[in-house]
């Protein structure tokens, strides 16, 4: 079970910190990832991290966007910086990558608007 909180209303160049709680499986040998869901769109990878820490990028959101996890707290994080309104998503965590009976929580509503 994944349970993703810490969206909201920011204003454009705004910053947001996502977390994410695992539970059910054994979270610190798995990568995980964030994703997003825009509206009429397709879900799309936009960071995930290794085990042991290694991070990857979409094009779209490197050097605004950061993932970590703790380990000791079966939680992955995403800080989000210098929003902007095309970051207008709704934002999954889940192990990476992820398969077609992955099954997916709720997310957490991110909006950039003015």
């Known amino acids: 079970q994944l349970q993703a909180f810490g969206g909201g209303l920011v204003q454009p160049g705004g910053s947001l910190r996502l977390s994410c709680t695992a539970s059910?499986?054994?979270?610190?040998?798995?990568?995980m990832g964030w994703y997003r869901q825009a509206p009429g769109k397709q879900r799309v990878l936009v960071a995930r991290?290794?085990?042991?820490?290694?991070?990857n990028y979409a094009d779209s959101v490197k050097g605004r966007f950061t993932i970590s996890r703790d380990n000791a707290k079966n939680t992955v994080y995403l800080q989000m910086n210098s929003l902007k309104p095309e970051d207008t998503a709704v934002y999954h965590c889940?192990?990476?990558?992820?398969?077609?009976?992955?099954?997916w929580g709720q997310g957490t509503q991110v909006t950039v608007s003015s």
């Open positions: 889940n192990v990476y990558p992820t398969g077609p009976r992955t099954s």
């Open positions: 059910g499986f054994i979270f610190s040998v798995n990568s």
């Open positions: 991290i290794t085990s042991s820490g290694s991070t």
